[in-house]
Every structure is written in C-alpha cells, then in structure tokens.
C-alpha cells in the first residue's frame, strides 16, 4: 500500500523556521495537504494544494513542492505552533493517505 | 458557519457492530461534489483515512477494511452513517467526520470534535 513518510520529531527554537518534510512517490502527481493537530483536539488544515493557505491560517505557514518531497515551512516559530503534523495526499487511484506524524517541540 | 458533530456508543464489546453519526450543518449533503469522509485515530498514534461518500452517492472504502464497513446518507436529516463489524479492540480509536468540499481532489476542511470509542468486553 502507497505510504507517505514523516519525520517522527522536529525541534526548533522559538522566532527560528521550522521545515517538516512528507514524501511519497506519487507525490509528483498528487496535490499534498497539511493538518495540525493539538494535544486532545480535532485536525485542523493548515495548507491546501501544496501550498495554498485557508483563511485564518497564519501567514507564518507556508507549504512547498519539489519531486517526491512536499515539506511544511513554519517562519519564526511560537510556541503555539507545537504540535503534531500531518500529511495527507492520495494514491494513483485517489484513496487518501496520511502521513504518520510528526510532533513540532518549541523549545 | 459549517460544522459536522460525531455520534454514538462510547464502548462497544468485542464482535459487535459499531455505528457512528455525522450531523452537519452550514451546508447540504446534496451540494455538487461535495462529500463527507470518516478518519480515526487510535491513541497515540497516525490519523487512517477510512471511507467517504459524496452527494452523488459515490462511496469509496480503505481497501484493508472494506468488508468491515458501510457508509451510508440522509441527505434530508444532514446526517452521514458508518457502521463497522465485527469490532475489535484494536479498532479503539477517536472517530473522526470531516467534509470534503471537492470530489476531484480530496482534503478534509473542517473536522468535527471526534468521538472516542473503546472496544473491550
């Protein structure tokens, strides 16, 4: 079954940029989508279409596109930023596929 | 403002059938390719992506649960049906609705609270 791949942790200071990466071999083809979610909440989308950003969504998040990797940039991180992340895209048939995870620590 | 809630049992013994409610409001179940997905989560771990169903009555499942599931509409009552047999306790998970706003490419915007349902006897 088609996967998509996360790094399990990121850590970053507070005001530094934070990158979490997502890859998977389709996608290429594939638009990519991205949640956070925080401790005992719901997801919310945070980029759509690899790097449109919904209103609402701090200008601070911002999603890029190169082969393979889609990856989620966060300029000068808060502290309300920490939380986990999570991919989202679709396989060749379009049935939706997350990504396992990864938690964002402000350190 | 759009907002979909989950319903249902809290706990449900091993072998027996789960079915969950997803009520939405702020739009129809009847607006043009739009759709309402189920997601879950079991504690502590990755969201899994388990089936949809679009105003045009297109459903799609997880291939790995497929035999296990039926998702099912009313559009009159606003309401989005799953049911899933057969539980175990390793379906114990938070059970997740969320729309899709576009059948040609899928994302989920927003979410409903979840609904957490334990499997045990």
């Known amino acids: 079954s088609y996967e998509l791949t996360q790094p399990p942790s990121v850590s970053v200071s507070p005001g530094q940029t934070a990158r979490i990466t997502c890859s998977g071999d389709?996608?290429?083809?594939?638009?990519a989508y991205w949640y956070q979610q925080k401790p005992g909440q719901a997801p919310v989308l945070v980029i759509y279409?690899?790097?449109e950003r919904p209103s609402g969504i701090p200008e601070r998040f911002s999603g890029s596109s190169s082969g393979t990797t889609v990856t989620l940039t966060i300029s000068g991180v808060q502290a309300e930023d920490e939380a986990d992340y999570y991919c989202?895209?679709?396989?060749?048939?379009?049935?939706?596929?997350f990504g396992g995870g990864t938690k964002l620590t402000v350190l | 403002q759009v907002t979909l809630k989950e319903s249902g049992p809290v706990l449900v013994k091993p072998t027996e059938t789960l079915t969950l409610t997803c009520t939405v409001s702020?739009?129809?179940?009847?607006?043009?390719?739009?759709?309402v997905s189920w997601i879950r989560q079991p504690p502590g771990k990755a969201l899994e992506w388990l089936a949809h169903?679009?105003?045009?009555?297109?459903?799609s499942y997880s291939t790995s649960l497929k035999s296990r599931l039926t998702i099912s509409k009313d559009t009159s009552k606003s309401q989005v049906v799953l049911t899933m047999t057969n539980m175990d306790p390793v379906d114990t998970a938070t059970y997740y609705c969320?729309?899709?706003?576009?059948?040609?490419?899928?994302?989920?915007?927003?979410w409903g609270q979840g609904t957490l349902v334990t499997v045990s006897s």
């Open positions: 969320a729309r899709i706003q576009d059948s040609s490419s899928i994302w989920f915007d927003p």
């Open positions: 702020g739009f129809s179940l009847s607006n043009a390719r739009m759709g």
């Open positions: 169903i679009f105003s045009n009555d297109e459903k």
């Open positions: 389709a996608l290429p083809k594939q638009y």
């Open positions: 279409k690899d790097s």
């Open positions: 989202q895209s679709a396989d060749s048939s379009g049935t939706p596929v």
